[in-house]
C-alpha cells in the first residue's frame, strides 16, 4: 500500500501536538497531519488504516506502551517498516538518542522549547524523508 500524504505525530502530550501541527503549517507543509496519543493507538491505528503516513514524528516517553515499544513493533511489521520515523523527544540523553536509532528511527530530533529553532530543525529532516 502507497503511503498516504499525511505525518502522524504520535505523541501523549497534546500541547506538543498542537505545536507541532503549527509548527507545520508555518514551515509550508501541506501534508495532512494526523495524531495518537500514546502507542496503542498508534499501532491500532496503522495496522487497521489501508492509508498509511508518509511519516511519523515519534515521542519517547509515553506512558503505556513506550516510542521505543512502539517503534519496534513498526519495524517488526513488513507493511509498517518502511514509513520513516523521526523520534521528537525532549530527552536529551545520548542513550536515548543510541537506543532509538538502534531500534530503528531514521532521525533523532530534540524538541526545544525554541519554536523557531525547532521548525529549522523539523523542516530540515522532513526534506530529507518527504519530496
Same mark, same amino acid.
Given at each position: ?16 501536538? #498542537? ?14 497531519? #494526523? ?6 493507538? =498508534? ?32 519495524? #517488526? ?27 530503528? =528511527? ?26
Amino acid at each position: 500500500m502507497a503511503p498516504s500524504d499525511a505525518i502522524l505525530i504520535i505523541d501523549d502530550n497534546r500541547d506538543d501536538i #498542537e505545536i507541532t501541527r503549527i509548527v507545520l503549517e508555518e514551515i509550508g507543509r501541506k501534508e495532512k497531519v #494526523e495524531a495518537a496519543t500514546d502507542g496503542y493507538q =498508534a499501532m491500532k491505528r496503522l495496522r487497521e488504516n489501508e492509508h498509511l503516513p508518509s511519516l511519523i514524528l515519534l515521542d519517547l516517553k509515553m506512558p503505556g506502551m513506550s516510542g521505543f515499544d512502539c517503534l519496534r513493533e513498526i519495524r #517488526e511489521d513488513q507493511r509498517l517498516k518502511p514509513i520513516p520515523v523521526i523520534v521528537v523527544t525532549s530527552s536529551s540523553l545520548e542513550s536515548d538518542r543510541q537506543e532509538s536509532i538502534d531500534a530503528g =528511527a531514521d532521525s533523532f530530533l530534540y524538541k526545544t522549547i525554541d519554536i523557531d529553532r525547532f521548525g529549522r530543525s523539523l523542516d530540515a529532516e522532513l526534506q530529507r524523508f518527504l519530496k
